[in-house]
């Protein structure tokens, strides 16, 4: 059984930043991709950032770029989003998330999720 479980959200004020952290169980993440999503009330859920199996390849929606990094440690078992320069539209619950299959690009229709953090930003 995989679970995901996200950590790291919280409240912050407009320019702060937050780690989050979405550490695996159940399966070791080295040969999968994994990517991080948001979702707010009444919007669909939107890739936010996604990153290969092999690290080497990384997306970033345009309203996150320069601001957001993911990144991965495998040793720990665990994707991570740095989230920088932070503003009041970032408020969303965040959710990771990986695909069924190894080497599997990150799309979000199917795989495994977490439960979510949520994260505001005040203006």
């Known amino acids: 059984q995989v679970q995901l479980v996200e950590s790291g959200g919280g409240l912050v004020e407009t320019g702060g930043s937050l780690r989050l952290s979405c550490t695996a169980s159940?399966?070791?993440?080295?040969?999968?991709?994994m990517g991080w999503f948001r979702q707010t009330p009444g919007k669909e859920r939107e890739l936010v950032a996604r990153?290969?199996?092999?690290?080497?390849?990384?997306y970033y929606a345009d309203s996150v770029k320069g601001r957001f990094t993911i990144s991965r440690d495998n040793a720990k078992n665990t994707v991570y989003l740095q989230m920088n320069s932070l503003k009041p539209e970032d408020t969303a619950v965040y959710y990771c998330?990986?695909?069924?299959?190894?080497?599997?690009?990150?799309?979000?229709?199917?795989?495994?999720w977490g439960q979510g953090t949520q994260v505001t930003v005040s203006s």
């Open positions: 990153i290969s199996w092999s690290g080497g390849s990384t």
């Open positions: 998330n990986t695909p069924y299959n190894p080497r599997t690009l990150v799309t979000g229709t199917s795989g495994y």
């Open positions: 159940g399966r070791t993440l080295s040969s999968y991709g």
